[in-house]
């Protein structure tokens, strides 16, 4: 059986390797209304963080599963299943579905650089999505702790904009205060990405990541998504032992949440 190359696989790849009986494709997307595309990869299922790939009734947006195994399973997911996950150009959500798999104990999950445009580009075919449930699978792998909270705290990198985390901008979410965390540092997920939506090389993202790239860094972002786009960038990188903050502003932005808040460029 063949394996992922790396966190990041290409459209080239997905082609070749597209009808291996042990390879699951996922569309990752955000839908409240449960709507989506028409068409995507054949054979694709649906990661939707709006539903089960986020807790239900969790206080803070796109809080992690308290079981983070069972909605992968559920698209027929098991321990030793490639997974490749896609998004729409430009999206941010593939990276959040790579990290929740990585937090799952799967072992072989990538994303799909540049995602459906990529794949388009290549000549990939797109086919109408089949909603049918499949068989379930089984992860038997230990969960990973990839994620932190705030009294847990590091080297926080930032991924939301220059003009958000200085506080020159409003935050979308309302009710948050505008700033960021004492300490931290940004790098905005647009940074780490080419234009066509496709990642940096590791060379070009070593070098943003040269000032204050360590090991042990812990990302935030508005609420834990954009914060996976810079942490897959990290692991491209070279870097260990990364964390996802999943509270992210929406949690110490609150005006209640005890935390300070610092504005301007600096960290």
């Given at each position: 059986m063949?394996t ?7 459209a ?7 009808n ?7 569309c990752?997307l955000s839908s409240r209304s449960?709507?989506i595309?028409?068409a995507?990869i054949?054979g ?6 709006e539903?089960e ?8 947006p796109?809080t ?5 195994q069972?909605?992968f ?14 998004d729409?150009?430009?999206?941010f959500?593939?990276?959040r579905?790579w990290w ?6 799967l072992?072989?999950?990538a ?5 459906l445009v990529?794949?388009?580009k290549?000549?990939g075919?797109l ?12 992860i ?8 932190v ?5 590091g080297l ?5 904009s220059a ?13 948050l205060r505008a ?5 931290s ?6 940074e ?10 590791p060379v070009e993202?070593?070098?943003l990541?040269a000032?204050f790239?360590?090991d042990?860094?812990?990302f ?7 914060a ?6 990290a692991t ?14 929406s949690e ?16």
């Amino acid at each position: 059986m063949s394996t992922l190359p790396t966190p990041l696989v290409d459209a080239a790849w997905l082609i070749d390797h597209l009808n291996d009986e042990d390879l699951v494709v996922v569309c990752a997307l955000s839908s409240r209304s449960g709507r989506i595309p028409d068409a995507g990869i054949p054979g694709t299922r649906i990661a939707n963080i709006e539903a089960e790939f986020s807790e239900p009734h969790a206080e803070l947006p796109h809080t992690a599963p308290t079981n983070l195994q069972a909605p992968f399973e559920q698209l027929g997911i098991s321990s030793d299943t490639k997974v490749v996950i896609y998004d729409n150009p430009k999206g941010f959500f593939a990276a959040r579905i790579w990290w929740l798999g990585l937090a799952a104990g799967l072992d072989q999950v990538a994303v799909l650089d540049g995602g459906l445009v990529a794949w388009e580009k290549a000549g990939g075919e797109l086919a109408p999505f089949n909603l049918s449930a499949p068989l379930a699978g089984k992860i038997q792998s230990k969960l990973r702790p990839l994620f932190v909270d705030a009294d847990g705290l590091g080297l926080v990198v930032d991924a939301r904009s220059a003009e958000r985390f200085a506080g020159t901008a409003p935050e979308p979410r309302p009710g948050l205060r505008a700033g960021h965390i004492p300490g931290s540092v940004n790098l905005p997920y647009t940074e780490v990405l080419n234009d066509d939506g496709t990642f940096r090389s590791p060379v070009e993202l070593q070098e943003l990541f040269a000032d204050f790239g360590s090991d042990n860094m812990h990302f935030s972002c508005g609420s834990g998504v954009t914060a996976c786009i810079d942490a897959l960038a990290a692991t491209l990188a070279g870097y260990k032992n990364l964390k996802v903050y999943d509270g992210s502003w929406s949690e110490w932005g609150r005006p209640n949440s005890g935390f300070e808040v610092a504005e301007g460029d600096a960290g």
